[in-house]
C-alpha cells in the first residue's frame, strides 16, 4: 500500500515557475513509477510526465519537455514536478499517481493516485 500527497499549487503569473511535489507513504515507493497528470474544469484527465523505478523519464509532449521536469527522491518518499514559463493553458488540478509501469501510467492506469493541487496561471 502507497499513500500519495500533492502540494505546492498555487497562483502564478503568466512566464512564472511553480515545484509540485508527490510525497509519498509506504516503504515500496521506490518500486513504483510515478507520473503526474492535470485536468481543467471541462476536461479530461491529460497525462502530463512520468518516472520510472530506474529515473528514466517521458513527457506528454515536446513542449512540456522543454518547460518542465519530472525528478523523483526516493530517500524522501517524493517525486517533483518543476513547471516553467508557465502559461494560462497550464491551469488545472494536478495530480500524482503511482504504477506498476510508466507505459500504462501513460494511459493513466494507475494502482494509486493522491487527491491534486490546484494550478492557476494568470494571463
Known amino acids: 500500500q502507497v499513500q500519495l500527497a500533492e502540494s505546492g499549487g498555487g497562483l502564478v503569473q503568466a512566464g512564472g515557475s511553480l515545484r509540485l511535489s508527490c510525497a509519498a507513504s509506504?516503504?515500496?515507493?521506490?518500486?513504483?513509477?510515478v507520473g503526474w497528470f492535470r485536468q481543467a474544469p471541462g476536461n479530461e484527465r491529460e497525462f502530463v510526465a512520468a518516472?520510472?523505478?530506474?529515473?528514466?523519464?517521458?513527457y506528454n509532449t515536446d513542449s512540456l519537455k522543454g518547460r518542465f521536469t519530472i525528478s523523483r527522491e526516493d530517500a524522501t518518499n517524493t517525486v517533483y514536478l518543476q513547471m516553467n514559463s508557465l502559461k494560462p493553458g497550464d491551469t488545472g488540478v494536478y495530480y500524482c499517481a503511482a504504477g506498476r509501469y510508466v507505459f500504462r501510467l501513460r494511459r493513466g492506469d494507475a494502482t494509486h493516485w493522491g487527491q491534486g493541487t490546484q494550478v492557476t496561471v494568470s494571463s
Open positions: 518516472i520510472g523505478t530506474s529515473g528514466d523519464t517521458t
Open positions: 509506504g516503504r515500496t515507493f521506490s518500486s513504483y513509477a
